[in-house]
């Protein structure tokens, strides 16, 4: 206890610190760090314009040309690959034509052929017809000639057979031509 009442005595016994004012508010100060406020903005004004400002500039500068520079060639390339895209659909374009020029004279040459082949084919063919149907007809007359012959054997067979005697030929003859007649 006695330690601590010594502690509050010494406490109490010691004055009061005299306050001091932070330095750059101090009052009596003022001129000089105006003065020295104006010195330190001015040279960094200074060297700010001359050193610090003209570099950017010319990055800014620098940069701004480079942009211009690739817009131009940018327009340029853009330009040449429009060109290029009409060139190459023009020639497309021709290409087409030409294979569609070309597949319609395949097709009238290829049918011009085909009716050649087929009228040669329908000639050859009424030919063997022409031919075929004149063998017929000599097979058919030959058969009409040998009819009225079979006729008149037939007709004697049977009149033989029933009659039981020689049937007279002419007598057959002018029966089988009224017949016909």
């Known amino acids: 206890m006695a330690s601590s009442l010594e502690h509050t005595a010494t406490t109490q016994a ?15 100060n003022f001129g000089s760090l105006l003065i020295w406020l104006a010195l330190t903005f001015g040279l960094l004004y200074w060297l700010m314009s001359r ?3 003209p570099r950017v ?6 940069r701004h040309n480079k942009i211009n520079a690739d817009v131009l060639a940018a327009h340029v390339k853009r330009k040449e690959a429009d060109q290029a895209a009409a060139d190459y659909q ?12 070309l597949a ?5 040459r290829l049918a011009a052929e085909a009716d050649a082949k087929r009228h040669a084919l329908e000639a050859e ?18 058969a009409m000639a040998s009819v009225d012959q079979i006729a008149q054997d037939t007709a ?4 033989e057979h029933i009659t039981g005697k020689p049937a007279d030929p002419a007598t057959i003859a002018d029966a089988i031509a009224k017949l016909k007649a």
Not at 14 to 22: I, S, T, Y
Not at 57 to 62: D, K, N, Q, V, W
Not at 90 to 101: E, F, G, I, Y
């Open 57 to 62: 500039s010319g990055i800014l500068e620098a």
């Open 90 to 101: 023009k020639t497309l374009a021709d290409a087409r034509s030409n294979a569609q020029s």
């Open 156 to 159: 004697a067979a049977i009149l």
């Open 125 to 142: 063919l009424n030919a063997r017809l022409v031919a075929a149907e004149k063998q017929i007809e000599a097979t058919k007359a030959k």
């Open 14 to 28: 010691q004055p009061a610190p005299a306050k001091e004012v932070f330095p750059p508010f101090d009052s009596t």
């Open 51 to 53: 050193v610090a400002l």
């Open 104 to 108: 319609q004279e395949t097709h009238a």
